[in-house]
């Protein structure tokens, strides 16, 4: 066991699945001398050599284009989108032809690609290097989509991306690249699409993602000073979406809420509660709530994007009088 | 970066039979086309097509200088490239009617015909999209030391979109094993290319940006064209980069199965007829000696070769409407819940 901030471990997924197929390489803007503007690929490149950890031009489109094309032809590229943003630039690479391309050849190319992707806000970068991207990616049919909120989810689940023979977009959040915490030693390896209970409770189920987890077990800590038990869940990856453990929670709560970064319309979690709605109506005691940051563009003043992204207090606040009024 | 083409050696000498190969590809291409807007017309192939009717030599010119494992990557004016790298016709005009046994099983269609098997890997319809992914095969090649080359087809619109370049300026810098080939016909879509263009050649013109000398041939050559396939494929197997090829042609018709292209002067367009480069072929193999007798014989086999495909498309069955829930991921089926 050793102790690992979030930026680490992901040099340690990708060390781990670069060690054992020689077919993984890495392309991206400052992503080898440089160890990445966020320091996640830091010591890669001296392992690894300039044959696997390529540094690129600014090209967005030639980054994530190149990516496929080695993907198709019997490699496993991981590619950096510096910015989660930037999937503005390469957007044609992502849903028209990566996301598509299996299907329109009925499935003569194979795409075994990652795009990982520094996300989210809460670094005060302005409404241009803050957007939580995530349900942009899953809107496209053809993209599975990982988001992980811990060290260690972030070496097995960038493993499992790596692994994984279709495309997969992995999230990683700046807001959680300085957290440390223990990592098992040796080879991790999760499984896309199973979300996990960080913490039980049987007053009401709080779905949550990567930044947004660690702000819904500080909310949870403070309604247990009220009583209020509620059970967090870490959805992980929105494609595959595991609603299995969502629903299984909710029959046992009777209540769902979830907390997503994102602007409000059309992120996850609307469809999360869309499935709820359909398949566990009758296992609700209350109205569902979404917490999201409102529908604006995320603000560079720390006192406005405090006020937009879901914090820890208004979370809480939420759930505590959304419970006390279905009494 | 210097790519200079003067120290190359000289092309082996056409012989007679790469000769007849390439009218055969060439007529295969042309036979197939026209009976495919007919069929079109009369209501059997859907949705859209963009036809290379006038074309055909740089396709047949480049595909006869390939090896079988090296990529091709063309557009949605793909019929041509995908048949010169020896795609069977009936799963393709199956693809274009929508029958049972279509190449890609009906999911993609006249604009994305992909045989990977063949090497024909995928014809794009957003423009520009696949000269970076074919930097991406090329550099595959290249990591894997497999001596494969890809070769990109694109048209002289594409020369305007950012893909463009940085695809030409990533491959240079990592002297990915790639030929560009841009097939100038003229037009993009319905604007005369010189009217939304800074520069007089389109590719040539930009080569220089790149480092890259700038090639043109006359795309209606097919022996020139070869050539120039010849010396852009060598050069980058033996591990030398990539090339910039300007190939002139012109597009028979119009931009796709909507537009007549009234809009192009009956002049030009008469002039580009008269060079026409299957006959051309034609009158240049009967020059060199080939028999009527033989050309003959390849015409009535490509012509047989169409019928067969024609009757599989008249015949075939719909698809089963369940396979639209297939091939969405590797494991064959759509589920993204887990």
Not at chain 2, 5 to 17: I, M, S
């Amino acid at each position: 066991m050793a102790e690992l901030t979030y930026r680490q471990a992901v040099a340690r997924g990708i060390g781990q699945e670069m060690e054992r197929d020689p077919n993984v390489v890495m392309l991206g803007e400052d992503i080898g001398a440089a160890g990445g503007v966020f320091k996640t690929t830091e010591g890669l490149l001296a392992r690894f050599g300039p044959e696997r950890v390529r540094d690129t031009p600014i090209s967005e489109q030639a980054i994530i284009g190149a990516a496929m094309g080695a993907a198709m032809t019997g490699l496993r590229p991981v590619a950096e989108l510096m910015f989660s943003d930037f999937f503005g630039v390469a957007w044609d690479m992502v849903a028209n032809q990566i996301a598509k391309t299996r299907y329109m050849t009925d499935g003569q190319v194979s795409l075994p690609l990652v795009i990982r992707t520094a996300n989210g806000g809460g670094l005060r970068f302005g409404a241009q290097h803050s957007q939580s991207i995530e349900s942009w990616t899953m809107a496209i049919p053809g993209l599975k989509v990982v988001a992980p909120s811990t060290p260690a989810d972030m070496v097995g689940l960038m493993a499992a991306a790596i692994r994984d023979p279709d495309p997969v977009i992995v999230c990683e959040h700046k807001a959680l690249f300085a957290d440390k915490a223990d990592v098992p030693d040796g080879e991790l390896v999760e499984e896309l699409g199973r979300a996990r209970v960080r913490r039980s409770g049987s007053d009401a189920t709080v779905v949550a993602l990567a930044a947004m987890v660690p702000r819904a077990l500080a909310a949870a800590d403070e309604l247990a000073r009220d009583g209020i038990e509620i059970e967090v869940i870490d959805l992980r990856s929105l494609v595959p979406l595991d609603m299995t453990t969502v629903l299984a929670s909710v029959e046992r709560t009777s209540h769902l809420f979830t907390v997503e970064e994102n602007p409000r319309l059309c992120g996850w979690g609307a469809e999360v509660v869309s499935i709820a709605a359909e398949e566990a109506i009758y296992s609700l005691d209350g109205p569902v709530v979404r917490i999201t940051t409102p529908h604006v563009p995320l603000a560079a003043n720390p006192v406005l994007e405090d006020a937009q992204m879901p914090s820890a207090e208004r979370i809480a606040t939420t759930i505590r009088a959304t419970l006390e009024a279905s009494r | 970066m210097s790519t200079d083409v003067t120290d190359t050696p000289a092309p082996a000498e056409l012989d007679g039979d790469l000769g007849l190969r390439m009218y055969r590809t060439m007529l295969e291409c042309r036979l197939f086309e026209q009976r495919t807007h007919e069929l079109f017309l009369a209501g059997l192939v859907r949705g859209t097509t963009h036809l290379g009717i006038g074309q055909e030599a740089v396709a047949a010119g480049f595909a006869t200088a390939m090896r079988d494992d090296d990529y091709t990557f063309c557009t949605y004016r793909g019929h041509n490239h995908t048949l010169a790298r020896g795609v069977p016709m009936t799963p393709i005009l199956l693809e274009l009617v929508g029958k049972q046994g279509a190449l890609m099983g009906g999911k993609g269609g006249s604009m994305h015909l992909t045989s990977v098997e063949h090497g024909a890997m995928g014809s794009y319809a957003i423009v520009g999209a696949h000269l970076p992914i074919a930097v991406g095969a090329a550099w595959s090649a290249q990591y894997r030391g497999s001596g494969q080359v890809a070769v990109c087809f694109f048209g002289d619109g594409t020369t305007n979109i950012g893909a463009f370049h940085e695809a030409l300026n990533l491959a240079v810098i990592w002297k990915a094993p790639v030929v560009f080939v841009c097939e100038n016909n003229q037009y993009m879509e319905y604007t005369p290319i010189g009217a939304v263009t800074a520069v007089e050649r389109p590719a040539a013109d930009r080569a220089s940006a790149y480092g890259l000398e700038p090639l043109v041939v006359d795309g209606n050559d097919v022996e020139a064209v070869h050539q120039m396939a010849q010396l852009t494929i060598d050069r980058a197997r033996r591990g030398d980069g990539p090339s910039l090829v300007e190939a002139l042609t012109y597009r028979h018709g119009g931009h796709s199965r909507a537009d007549p292209g009234t809009y192009r002067p009956e002049e030009e367009v008469k002039a580009w007829l008269a060079r026409d480069p299957i006959p051309a072929q034609r009158a240049a193999l009967l020059k060199g000696g080939v028999g009527e007798e033989d050309l003959a014989l390849i015409e009535a086999e490509v012509k047989a070769a169409v019928a067969v495909a024609e009757k599989a498309a008249r015949e075939a069955p719909d698809p089963d409407p369940a396979t639209a829930m297939t091939q969405v991921w590797a494991d064959g089926g759509a589920a993204w819940r887990s």
